[in-house]
């Protein structure tokens, strides 16, 4: 879910004060025998280096989606999560001390483990208290659901398996004609102060009337879309139609498009730059271990449908596809063994960057398909032409959301992904999207 500016206060706030708290008690801890004037100069000495920390502290953990309510759910899954964040977060704190900036003249051994374990234990409590607030503050904030769908359903039982998102399920109404009857005396006895509403519904012109009477009781009135798109960051295709489109889906304003154009160019060049004894490395294996071209292209369709060549590593069999083309899955025998090893790295798509300076492929964008994928998914997927309104990306907000698939309904799913990045869609998304890509490569979430 989107979570409120308030409550992302509140948590990064607590954080920023748990942090020097326990670099303060870590200090305590360590140095307990030293008279106060000495603990000063400790304390000093360690503040500048450590705010350094602090600041890639935050970003990790933002990253991990440490910042979002769905983590404030005292589970394995939440404690896994907190302690990969921690993990990279110390690797970045002796990267920092040790290699970049030695210059502060301080090595954070022994401090550095007693700070870790210290934050850890405060930092963990913290959010699992803010937590339960957010569960006692979702049991006030009731939510009355109109309609019927599988969309509708999921996300009831997501509220109902997730209290900490800030909502409860008062109850549920099919919507059908006739079925308002009582609905003002069902809000007042349920204490409900959320009506979320499919769009079909609230359209009709006696529902229109039903709920306009409802806006005096001071009952937030929401379209199921929207709900949806909050809770989830998706939208839900079935949800939706052609004038949904018309309302919500501008072109990208033109300062942003020409200052993502010079930037995707300069950071292709400077990466191609910086990656080249990889490349080069990676030429010499795919080479040196099996028959064939070191480079693969393969046509793919781009913006406005428009088709062009993308260059990849060579990550399979020179017969891979003698029986036509189709979908690489999970433990794909036809990928060879240095093949793999590119994919998991993902230094098989380094040569894309050519691709980015050819101005036929973003950083950022829906995953550009085969045609003749395309034309089929075309015919069972209802609005998968829209994907193709901006230019195709090396990684996108469906890469880092959604598993990796290769059936029709993975693409289903994906496409909800796709849309939500081009109502969305601003650099400061993008560069998010980039930093998250950057964490998939290191943690393995599965």
């Known amino acids: 879910m989107n979570i409120s500016r308030a409550k992302i206060t509140a948590i990064l706030l607590g954080d920023i004060a748990l942090f020097y708290v326990s670099l303060f008690l870590s200090l305590l801890i360590r140095y307990k025998g030293e008279h106060i004037s000495a603990l000063y100069s400790f304390v000093y000495a360690h503040v500048v280096p450590f705010s350094f920390v602090l600041v890639s502290w935050v970003l990790v953990f933002y990253l991990f989606d440490l910042y979002r309510e769905k983590n404030f759910k005292p589970d394995s899954r939440t404690l896994t999560v907190f302690g990969q964040a921690l993990g990279v977060n110390v690797a970045v704190a002796i990267a920092i001390f040790y290699f970049f900036f030695p210059v502060f003249g301080i090595s954070p051994k022994t401090n550095l483990v007693i700070f870790t374990v210290v934050f850890a234990a405060l930092d963990y409590v913290y959010r699992l208290g803010l937590g339960k607030v957010f569960v006692r503050r979702g049991m006030r904030n009731n939510v009355l659901f109109i309609g019927e769908s599988p969309e509708m359903t999921l996300t009831m039982d997501f509220i109902r398996q997730n209290p900490q998102v800030g909502y409860s399920v008062a109850m549920h109404m099919a919507g059908e004609d006739g079925g308002f009857a009582h609905i003002e005396s069902i809000i007042a006895n349920r204490h409900i102060n959320t009506l979320v509403i499919q769009s079909n519904i609230i ?65 292709a060049v400077v990466m191609l730059v910086a990656l080249a004894p990889f490349m080069v490395l990676a030429a010499l294996a795919v080479k040196l271990t099996s028959r064939g071209p070191v ?142 890509t950057i964490k998939t490569v290191f943690v393995n979430e599965k």
């Open 203 to 267: 359209k009709k012109s006696s529902t229109a009337k039903i709920v306009y009477r409802l806006l005096p009781m001071g009952v937030r009135i929401a379209d199921f879309v929207d709900f949806y798109e909050q809770i989830f960051r998706q939208i839900p295709l079935k949800e939706i139609e052609e004038n949904w489109f018309i309302e919500n889906i501008r072109p990208a304003g033109s300062l942003y498009s020409f200052t993502r154009s010079v930037f995707e160019r300069l950071l």
């Open 295 to 436: 480079i693969y292209r393969q046509a793919r369709v781009g913006k406005n449908e428009v088709s062009f060549d993308i260059y990849k590593f060579r990550s399979m069999r020179m017969d891979a596809e003698k029986h036509g083309a189709q979908w690489s899955k999970p433990g794909d025998n036809r990928v060879t063994n240095v093949g793999k090893i590119l994919r998991a790295t993902h230094i098989d798509e380094f040569p894309q960057l050519w691709n980015v300076l050819r101005g036929e492929v973003s950083f950022v964008g829906p995953r550009p398909e085969r045609p003749e994928f395309v034309a089929d998914l075309k015919k069972k997927i209802p609005y998968y032409e829209v994907r193709h309104l901006i230019k195709p990306g090396i990684t996108g907000w469906a890469q880092i959301g959604y598993r990796y698939g290769s059936t029709v309904e993975d693409a289903y799913r994906k496409l909800e992904f796709d849309i939500y990045y081009l109502k969305n869609m601003s650099f400061t998304l993008d560069m998010l999207i980039i930093l998250k």
